[in-house]
């Protein structure tokens, strides 16, 4: 089954939860390379980013050190696969010390309002998550 | 619309069983598996999140987990309601969506 | 109904395997529809037919192949984790130049394409992981 197969279905919202910092184990980067993939499939895609998993979104990750490849290029591309949800909670910044100013910048051209560049990243409340969450289809935890 | 939550972690060695508590919804249930079920004892410091959680959401636990470490129904906070495997399926399909906390 | 499960992790270390296991066969027994048993991160080393496990205790590879092979079951394991972890069935071997493979009975590598199908397939999915 491919994706073009998938055509006659109405699109299901999938929602992937992240709640792991990155590189400590392998959940952020295998996530996300379900995410991409996923993408040629249509769906109604979010990704949510609570808990330690804000961490995966932050400015300025430097592994040369650590000796592992620095994946966080790869959220600054998700636009380009129309992956433009994503909803991080605030409660988790706030209780890390962290601002949005401390996550790396993602945007995505909205085709649909002239190519304009806007935010992907979508600070909500804890009590926003649990709405966004009781809104999905298939919920992917890592 | 509903969703089951399902937590395998003891809440003295992750975040996740705090964190799903504090992102359900009414209406929701809540299945405890694997070392999880160590947080649903009675008398833990864990254990009035379980009941606060139990206003929003029936709290359920793993039958062969909890004897597996060793306890029986006996030893849970009031109002968490045991299933086994067939009772995990059932929750599976009675609610929309499955979430799992790991 | 028509369920989907997602196994993260592999055998022994983690109990996910056994959960997903215990779950699986008793949504099987109930005459529920399991469209598939998809395995990422090391939940693909489920799939190698390698292990030697204690004989006083579960075998879990033997487990999830006879599951297979009784409910026809497809046991999916995703192509990208398994490369990097080095379970390879002949295709995969003679791609990369290796000299073995060690794909299980009843286990198949497959794209992670196959997961969002079963997503999109499947009323339900449920996860076991770390």
């Not at chain 3, 390879?88 to 990369?96: A, I, P, V, W």
């Not at chain 3, 060690?102 to 339900?124: D, H, T, V, W, Y």
């Amino acid at each position: 089954m491919s994706a073009e197969d998938m055509d006659d279905e109405v699109a299901k919202k999938f929602l992937y939860v992240n709640r792991k910092a990155p590189y400590g184990t392998i959940y952020a980067l295998e996530s996300l390379e379900v995410v991409l993939i996923g993408a040629a499939f249509e769906q109604d895609v979010s990704l949510a980013f609570l808990d330690d998993g804000v961490y995966q979104l932050i400015d300025g990750q430097t592994t040369t050190g650590i000796g592992m490849k620095n994946f966080s290029p790869t959220y600054r591309a998700l636009g380009d696969y129309e992956v433009t949800k994503l909803y991080v909670e605030k409660e988790s910044l706030e209780e890390r010390g962290l601002t949005i100013d401390d996550l790396m910048p993602i945007v995505y051209e909205d085709e649909d309002d002239d190519w304009e560049e806007k935010p992907s990243i979508r600070v909500v409340s804890r009590k926003e998550m649990a709405d966004i969450m009781a809104d999905q289809d298939i919920v992917l935890s890592f | 619309m509903s969703t089951l939550h399902t937590i395998n972690k003891s809440p003295f060695e992750r975040s996740a069983m705090a964190s799903c508590l504090a992102h359900l919804k009414a209406g929701d249930a809540v299945l405890i598996i694997e070392d999880g079920v160590v947080g649903a004892r009675k008398a833990t410091a864990f254990a009035a999140t379980i009941s606060a959680a139990m206003g929003d959401a029936e709290v359920y636990v793993l039958g062969p987990d909890l004897q597996a470490r060793g306890m029986n129904e006996g030893d849970l906070v009031d109002g968490v309601k045991v299933v086994d495997y067939d009772g995990f399926v059932d929750l599976v399909t009675a609610h929309d969506r499955t979430q799992a906390w790991l | 109904m028509k369920l989907a499960v997602l196994v993260n992790e592999g055998p022994y270390t983690h109990q996910a395997s056994d959960s997903a296991y215990q779950f699986t066969k008793a949504a099987l027994e109930k005459g529920h529809e399991i469209f598939r048993v998809f395995f990422y991160h090391d939940g693909v080393n489920n799939g190698t037919r390698f292990t030697v496990p204690p004989q006083d205790d579960r075998n879990l590879q033997k487990l999830w192949s006879e599951l297979a092979e009784k409910y026809n079951l497809d046991l999916t394991v995703c192509i990208a984790a398994a490369q990097r972890r080095g379970i390879l069935d002949e295709g995969e071997m003679k791609r990369h130049g290796k000299d073995g493979n060690n794909i299980a009975p009843g286990f198949r590598i497959s794209g992670l394409g196959q997961l969002i199908e079963a997503g999109i397939k499947a009323e339900r999915l449920v996860v076991f992981g770390d």
